[in-house]
């Protein structure tokens, strides 16, 4: 158990259809991490919040993906008229200020789009 | 992109052989990380090694660092077949506190 939990698992839905993903991290973490990971890839960065403030968004980040962390402990991640090419895992990691900087992974939730 | 390149993209061996997985990366860093991934789940840290070191160890795995090439070396020595996943290296650019940086993977497959 990394501490961070992720769903839905597994979501399945229609071409421009919203999907919104929620992680909670189970104690206080001010760094929060969002990456993607498609089949046979390594995870790509896709944005980072430092309590609830969004710190950086990399330019995979496309006007159609919104991510929150409202009072800095869970965050979301909202994916809107979502394409096939959104098909992935969605990775959540927290970063224990303690230490240099390992991540902790939750389990992923995978999107298919259909 | 912005991942390095890990070769080989898919290695696999017996169960008691050793298997090294290579790194390259392309900045300046303050740290690499190895990660492992099982199938379809989340990623999890197996060692750090700083920017000032050149090798370390824990357990069964030692990783080695070569800044001058910038390119590290996994090495999971007398591999099990609980060993078969995916191996990634990451790093986080020098002075960055943002986000790391992962490479492509080797997938490890270690045969009973």
């Known amino acids: 158990d990394t501490g961070v939990s992720q769903n839905p698992r597994h979501k399945i839905t229609k071409r421009g259809q919203n999907v919104t993903f929620r992680c909670d991290p189970i104690?206080?973490?001010?760094?929060l991490y969002w990456y993607r990971q498609t089949l046979g890839q390594g995870p790509e960065f896709l944005t980072y919040f430092q309590n609830e403030a969004q710190l950086e968004k990399s330019r995979l980040l496309s006007d159609r993906f919104s991510a929150e962390r409202p009072k800095g402990s869970f965050s979301t991640l909202e994916i809107q008229r979502t394409e096939q090419g959104d098909s992935a895992m969605y990775l959540c990691?927290?970063?224990?200020?303690?230490?240099?900087?390992?991540?902790?992974f939750g389990e992923g939730s995978r999107l298919t789009v259909l | 992109s912005q991942q390095g390149e890990e070769d080989p993209q898919a290695l696999s061996i017996q169960e008691g052989e050793n298997a090294t997985m290579n790194c390259s990366y392309k900045?300046?860093?303050?740290?690499l990380q190895w990660y492992r991934q099982n199938s379809g789940r989340g990623l999890v840290h197996l060692i750090l090694i700083r920017s000032n070191e050149r090798e370390k160890h824990s357990g069964r795995l030692r990783v080695t660092l070569d800044t001058s090439k910038k390119s590290s070396s996994l090495l999971i020595t007398a591999s099990r077949a609980a060993d078969t996943a995916s191996y990634f290296c990451a790093w986080r650019y020098g002075g960055s506190q943002g986000n790391l940086i992962f490479g492509k993977g080797t997938k490890l497959s270690v045969k009973p």
């Open positions: 990691a927290i970063r224990d200020v303690e230490n240099t900087g390992e991540l902790f």
């Open positions: 900045t300046s860093i303050n740290n």
């Open positions: 104690s206080e973490h001010n760094r």
